[in-house]
């Protein structure tokens, strides 16, 4: 069974940082990504990577402030998030596929997987 584990949220203060961290098990994805849905919003990607190129995309919002890595031999997405905003409280999900776009697991797809998620809290 495939299975993605996410941990690193908590609360921080604005301007404040955290790395978030996505173990994938009994599976091999083409893309690891991170997206984050606040309340009452839509859910939006946030940063993507190609696990053999190595290729990175992010949303314009985070862009010189959120950095993704990946290390395959452990199967595990990082996301460094630097000067945290308050407009990034969020619960972020971790995810892996094998179909991606821009790096980002298409969602709707089998084989595609999801983490449980891991809530960011940041405040003034």
């Known amino acids: 069974q495939v299975q993605l584990v996410e941990s690193g949220g908590g609360s921080v203060q604005a301007g404040g940082s955290l790395r978030l961290s996505c173990v994938v098990s009994?599976?091999?994805?083409?893309?690891m990504a991170w997206f984050r849905q606040a309340p009452g919003l839509e859910r939006e990607g946030v940063a993507g990577?190609?696990?053999?190129?190595?290729?990175?995309y992010y949303a314009n919002s985070v862009k010189g402030r959120f950095t993704i890595s990946q290390d395959s031999a452990k199967n595990t997405a990082y996301l460094q998030m630097n000067s945290l905003k308050l407009e990034d409280t969020a619960m972020y999900y971790c995810?892996?596929?094998?179909?991606?776009?821009?790096?980002?697991?298409?969602?709707?797809?089998?084989?595609?997987?999801w983490g449980q998620g891991t809530q960011v809290t940041v405040s003034s």
């Open positions: 995810a892996a596929g094998v179909y991606c776009s821009y790096g980002y697991p298409l969602a709707g797809v089998p084989d595609n997987y």
């Open positions: 009994r599976y091999t994805p083409s893309c």
């Open positions: 990577v190609y696990t053999v190129s190595g290729n990175t």
